[in-house]
């Protein structure tokens, strides 16, 4: 069975930092791509930032130079830290795992619970 676990969710003012974490069991983490998502009031859930099993990174533009996407394989979790936060910043953060359980399913999406992100003074 696959599990992820976020953490580090709260409330923060404009211009600070937080850093998400993403704690996944069940899965063959180094082969997996993985994703941190985010969805305020009202909208859909859009990608903010990926890593994919080669390290390579991408960034929604609107968190591009803010946000750093990280990941340890030894830990099976994935990092999402935050700097320089907006209020626009706010919303549910969700971790997202693409890849194949260690029971040996077909590559699928595997999502965490999401954690609250807010950013206000």
């Known amino acids: 069975q696959v599990q992820l676990v976020e953490s580090g969710g709260g409330l923060v003012q404009p211009g600070g930092s937080l850093r998400l974490s993403c704690a996944a069991s069940?899965?063959?983490?180094?082969?997996?791509?993985l994703n941190w998502h985010r969805q305020a009031p009202g909208k859909q859930r859009d990608l903010v930032a990926n890593?994919?099993?080669?390290?390579?990174?991408n960034y929604a533009d609107s968190v591009k130079g803010r946000f750093t996407i990280s990941r340890d394989n030894d830990k099976n979790t994935v990092y999402l830290q935050m700097n320089s936060l907006k209020p626009e910043d706010t919303a549910v953060y969700y971790c997202?795992?693409?890849?194949?359980?260690?029971?040996?399913?077909?590559?699928?999406?595997?999502w965490g619970q999401g954690t609250q992100v807010t950013v206000s003074s």
């Open positions: 997202s795992v693409f890849g194949r359980s260690i029971a040996a399913m077909p590559r699928r999406f595997y």
């Open positions: 069940g899965i063959i983490f180094s082969d997996a791509s």
């Open positions: 890593i994919l099993s080669s390290g390579s990174t």
